[in-house]
């Protein structure tokens, strides 16, 4: 089934993306840069290497994103995002239950 007839939509119930310019089920694929500068012989070298990648859609998934771009390395962006997983929101109320609950 897809929502609006629409191949690009991302399946999310009122999104209100349009899933176009760019946005293919939630992602925007990208294109990015590593330069990497050496000093080699005195000499001042820099290497450029393009990297593809995905970005999660602003209006689709305004959550994630915000969490991408705030994210300083993926490690971190990797960590945050399985926080907000909802079996680690079940986990963190056992956890916080289990705390308030003390044996007499």
């Excluded at 694929?29 to 995905?54: F, L, M």
């Excluded at 602003?58 to 997983?85: F, M, N």
Aim: aromatic letters at 8%; glycine letters at 6%; a positive charge.
């Amino acid at each position: 089934m897809l929502l609006g007839n629409n191949p690009m939509h991302c399946q999310r119930i009122n999104c209100r993306c349009t899933h176009t310019e760019g946005c293919e089920r939630g992602f925007i694929y990208i294109r990015y840069a590593h330069i990497t500068e050496r000093i080699v012989n005195g000499e001042k070298k820099s290497t450029e290497t393009w990297y593809d990648g995905v970005r999660f859609c602003p209006v689709c998934d305004p959550e994630r994103a915000h969490i991408q771009k705030t994210s300083t390395s993926s490690e971190e962006l990797g960590y945050r995002l399985r926080e907000r997983s909802k079996y680690k929101h079940a986990e963190n109320y056992e956890n916080q239950e289990a705390q308030k609950t003390r044996t007499l």
